[in-house]
């Protein structure tokens, strides 16, 4: 569940506001979302691979409705431009390049 929390969270806060994070615990102090610790902590201690109970699932999938509602609509809202200019396709491509040649270019 962390992960699904993960990608919602960042994609709402990437298409709301331009910015780029992936860490859960920062992204909760956004969002606030209070069964975000738990899980967390019960990652922590090593119980990730748990079982969700029927009751647990219907939550989970109701909040992963809920959030991928709120995604769909920040999309239609963003500031963030529908195709990328061509600079930032020239500058993702750089990037992409130096990253394979190890950090060389």
Not at 18 to 23: C, V
Request: with cysteine; charged share 25%.
């Amino acid at each position: 569940m962390l992960y699904v929390y993960r990608v919602l969270l960042t994609g709402l806060r990437l298409v709301r506001t331009g910015m780029l994070e992936a860490n859960l615990n920062h992204l909760n102090e956004e969002f606030r979302l209070p069964y975000i610790p738990e899980l967390v902590a019960k990652k922590v201690e090593g119980c990730e691979k748990q079982t969700l109970g029927a009751d647990d699932f219907a939550f989970h999938e109701a909040e992963f409705s809920r959030l991928m509602s709120l995604l769909e609509m920040a999309q239609e809202a963003s500031p963030l431009p529908e195709v990328p200019s061509e600079s930032t396709r020239a500058a993702l491509n750089e990037f992409v390049v130096r990253v394979r040649l190890g950090g060389r270019l």
